[in-house]
């Protein structure tokens, strides 16, 4: 997972934004992903990205994909006690690749 | 139970001994996949498996050994476990098209301390 690089760690307010930055190095990667983990238990997507949008929007959720700088990035808002995980950001390198690098993960603390 | 199980979820074992690690899946996806998670390393790719009989290596396979003989299963053996290999490891799996086509679902992980 070198080559995906994320904060170990973030703090934030409850009620607050919280935004968790990933970097990734391959330029043709297909997918991008975003992964949660809750303590104990496997790692849940919450959503992708395809490499040619800039952005997508889930809900809470919101995904910024900077190709030029190969920075993706995870808003999620109103940030609530039950977003304390581990997020991971991964990449799909290109098609008929089905392996995903993952990031080294990101956790996520809530500060009521 | 319908999705992806993996057992033991727990597993104590000494240095030298061999251990394998089940994971069966319900869906019928082409591909499965075996990660390691340690600290500072996110997640690794150990081996990953393209269909029944085809296995190829990820990132650190050495002192792994796995098998797919049929589609739903993939173990993952440590043939000799050592210090080193007290991990958490997580199998996964992707449908090769459809819905499930890039999205990688993963089990809740199996526990391994090796003594």
């Known amino acids: 997972g070198e080559d995906v690089e994320q904060s170990l760690f973030l703090s934030v307010r409850e009620g607050d934004s919280s935004v968790i930055n990933c970097t990734y190095t391959d330029s043709s990667s297909t997918y991008l992903y975003w992964y949660k983990q809750e303590p104990g238990a496997g790692l849940q997507l919450l959503t992708y990205?395809?490499?040619?949008?800039d952005m997508k929007q889930d809900q809470r959720l919101t995904v910024l994909l900077n190709k030029k700088d190969k920075h993706l990035s995870l808003r999620i808002a109103d940030t609530q006690t039950g977003d304390s995980a581990i997020y991971f950001c991964a990449e799909r390198r290109d098609f008929g690749n089905e392996k995903l690098t993952f990031g080294t993960g990101t956790r996520l603390t809530i500060i009521p | 139970d319908a999705g992806i199980t993996q057992s033991p979820r727990y597993k104590i074992t000494e240095t030298g001994r061999q251990v394998t690690l089940m994971c069966h899946q319900t869906?019928?996806?082409?591909?499965m996949f075996w990660y390691r998670q340690d600290l500072g390393h996110g997640l690794r790719l150990i081996y990953y498996?393209?269909?029944?009989?085809?296995?190829d290596k990820g990132e650190v396979p050495d002192g792994y050994v796995v098998s797919r003989s049929k589609t739903e299963n993939f173990p993952l053996t440590l043939e000799s476990a050592t210090r080193s290999q007290t991990s958490v490891y997580f199998c996964a799996s992707m449908d090769a098209g459809g819905a499930g086509a890039n999205v990688l679902t993963f089990g809740a992980g199996s526990r391994l301390t090796v003594l």
């Open positions: 990205i395809f490499s040619n949008m």
């Open positions: 498996s393209a269909a029944a009989d085809i296995t």
């Open positions: 869906w019928s996806h082409s591909y």
